[in-house]
C-alpha cells in the first residue's frame, strides 16, 4: 500500500457501505495541442494505471470535439485517490498532461 493510504469502507446518505470511487476528469484539450493528445494521455495513465488502488481507466473522447476528453477512473476507495491526486501535485508525481491541457474538472462518485 502506498504510503498515508488507509483503506476504509464509508456510508454514503444511504446508509449503502461504498468502497470504491469512480473520479471522472473532464478535459479540454488546448487546440494546438489535439495533434499530441492521444500519446500524451497514454504516456500519463501508465503511471495512473500502476498506482496502488487503481482499478483501472477509460479514456472517452467527444463525438462532436476531439478537443473534449473525459477520463473515468476507477479507485479501491477514496484514500487510493487522494493518495494519487496529491502525488499529482508533487515533483517526482507531476505529468506533461498540464502541457496540453485547457481546462479541467474533477468530481467523484460513489455507488448510491
Known amino acids: 500500500m502506498h504510503p498515508g493510504v488507509r483503506s476504509r469502507n464509508i456510508a454514503n446518505q444511504w446508509g449503502v457501505s461504498v468502497a470504491t470511487v469512480t473520479a471522472l476528469l473532464d478535459l479540454r484539450i488546448k487546440p494546438e495541442s ?3 493528445a492521444k500519446e500524451t494521455v ?3 495513465l501508465v503511471s495512473t494505471r500502476a498506482f496502488p488502488g487503481c482499478l483501472g481507466v ?19 476507495s477514496i484514500e487510493h485517490d487522494q493518495a494519487y491526486r496529491d502525488w499529482r501535485a508533487t515533483d517526482a508525481g507531476a505529468s506533461a498532461l498540464s502541457t496540453i491541457v485547457a481546462s479541467r474538472r474533477l468530481t467523484r462518485f460513489v455507488a448510491a
Open 34 to 36: 489535439v495533434a499530441e
Open 42 to 44: 497514454e504516456s500519463v
Open 58 to 76: 477509460d479514456v472517452l473522447v467527444d463525438t462532436e470535439d476531439e478537443a473534449h476528453l473525459l477520463l473515468i477512473e476507477k479507485w479501491e
